[in-house]
């Protein structure tokens, strides 16, 4: 094997290295999101950071190793290798198979560019690839954030708890005006919620709360949250915080309403995730550029580049 084609090999087996590193961050990251556990910044910069990595080597390899049955081998390699983190179904080789099938294509589409380039332009040649791979990959992860839900209740999944706290503090103005407690946040015990509301009604009626013996008041607690356990078929002990209440309630409430179609959502958020993936890797992508243009520029320092003149033929059409 020549000296080009060492080089070729070497930054082929790094390519692939940092694409399964990523796809590994990646793994753990929607096992996370899954279980509501994802709660770490630097699991998400650490996730990010391998993508934005692995998108940039991806576009490297495609231009300049330039022997074909090097790099397809490799890319191929690439993307199916991610796809032993879960377990095998024939649905999964259908899916790895095509993501093989658009990786494959998207390196065509780069080096196709970038031999009739008149210059060198990383941001040219990489739009007509590069997009199609983060879609693949947002696909891949997809399958790992869908094999994780399928065992969970998939609509907190969709509607995480996270999520629903951050809508609560947002309608904290309406939510007590609803509630009739001006005390009201998704921390707030059950006691707590129901003091305050007893408070207001025992001050509706001239009376102060510490005017009320201490066993009168536990009774009305407890008759409080003795109504609302019927009405909504739970058990309250008082010590609940009342957004996890109000949270679990609505979940449960949900999946009654969907009753058998439940078995669906677990793709509807496989793809509402994929759809958020997608509108993130298009601010990813300017990343992607960014860092691929630094690679270059340390590659032609190191002199793993170097700079050659060449002259292109172009075929056209023309009336004979």
Not at 21 to 47: D, P, V
Not at 265 to 278: E, G, I, M, R, W
Not at 288 to 311: C, H, P, W, Y
């Amino acid at each position: 094997m020549n000296k080009i084609g060492v080089k070729e090999v070497v930054l082929c087996v790094v390519y692939v290295c940092a694409v399964v590193g990523s796809f590994w961050f990646w793994r753990s990251s929607t096992a996370a999101i899954a279980q509501e556990a994802f709660n770490s910044y630097g699991q998400f910069i650490a996730s990010i950071s391998s993508l934005v990595l692995a998108a940039s080597l991806f576009g490297i390899v495609a231009i300049f190793v330039r022997t074909t049955w090097i790099i397809y081998p490799f890319v191929a390699v690439s993307v199916a290798a991610p796809f032993l983190f879960i377990p095998f179904s024939r649905a999964i080789l259908i899916v790895m198979a095509v993501c093989v099938l658009l990786t494959l294509f998207a390196v065509r589409r780069i080096r196709k560019d970038a031999s009739l380039s008149w210059g060198f332009s990383v941001a040219n040649m990489f739009k007509s690839g590069v997009p199609l791979f983060l879609t693949v990959f947002g696909i891949v992860i997809s399958i790992f954030y869908l094999n994780d839900v399928q065992t969970k209740d998939a609509i907190r999944s969709i509607f995480p708890r996270t999520a629903f706290n951050v809508t609560v503090r947002a309608l904290g103005g309406p939510l007590r005006s609803l509630t009739g407690n001006e005390q009201f946040t998704p921390e707030q015990t059950v006691d707590d919620f129901f003091q305050e509301l007893v408070k207001k009604q025992l001050s509706d009626r001239g009376i102060r709360i510490d005017q009320v013996p201490g066993k009168e008041l536990q009774r009305l607690l407890a008759q409080q949250r003795d109504e609302i356990g019927r009405s909504y078929g739970i058990k309250l002990t008082g010590n609940e915080k009342i957004g996890d209440v109000f949270y679990t309630t609505i979940i449960e409430r949900i999946n009654d309403l969907l009753g058998p179609y439940r078995v669906y959502v677990p793709y509807a958020s496989a793809v509402t995730f994929f759809l958020a993936f997608k509108t993130l890797s298009i601010f990813l992508y300017f990343a992607v550029i960014g860092v691929a243009f630094l690679f270059i520029r340390f590659m032609i320092i190191m002199n793993i580049l170097t700079r050659k003149k060449e002259q292109i033929e172009v075929e056209r059409l023309t009336l004979g």
